[in-house]
């Protein structure tokens, strides 16, 4: 039941027409603990020909209800790397960086730029701080760590 009402509000948040029924449910919640299931076992899991699985998920994508489908993995090591640039080069430097990091935020504050970088060793997250460093541009970085989720 709660599931029926959080997709509902999703529809009507992002103003789509489009009918989410239970089928779509079971399909979604499928998806959700596994991302890379083929067609063919959730058609099998709830009684559809695969084919009919295949549109419906088109569906769902089309129409903006499934909006990527994501992996997890065993990343050891998150850091955000908070990098002081030349004011007139930021946008220069964030588009080297985007290279490097996972994910790239022009800030405000002391530092102009923030970077997210997951890797598997504080060895591997020490060489991209490096890479980062290495860039023309970049005056200063503070490197912070997550210790815990």
Do not use: C
Not at 56 to 68: D, E, M, Q, S, V
Not at 94 to 123: L, W
Request: charged share 30%.
């Amino acid at each position: 039941m709660a599931i029926n009402t959080f997709f509902v509000k999703i529809i009507s948040q992002n103003e789509h027409k489009l009918i989410v029924d239970q089928i779509d449910l079971k399909i979604l919640n499928i998806l959700r603990e596994n991302a890379r299931v083929k067609y063919i076992k959730i058609a099998r899991h709830i009684g559809l020909t695969e084919g009919a699985v295949r549109r419906r998920i088109k569906r769902l994508i089309t129409n903006g209800i499934i909006k990527k489908f994501t992996i997890e993995t065993s990343i050891d090591v998150e850091g955000i790397i908070l990098i002081e640039t030349e004011t007139a080069r930021t946008k220069e430097v964030v588009q080297d960086i985007r290279r490097i990091a996972d994910k790239v935020f022009e800030i405000s504050g002391e530092y102009d730029v923030a970077a997210f970088i997951r890797t598997h060793t504080i060895e591997e997250l020490n060489s991209k701080v490096d890479e980062i460093r290495k860039i023309p541009w970049v005056l200063n970085t503070k490197t912070l760590i997550k210790l815990k989720d």
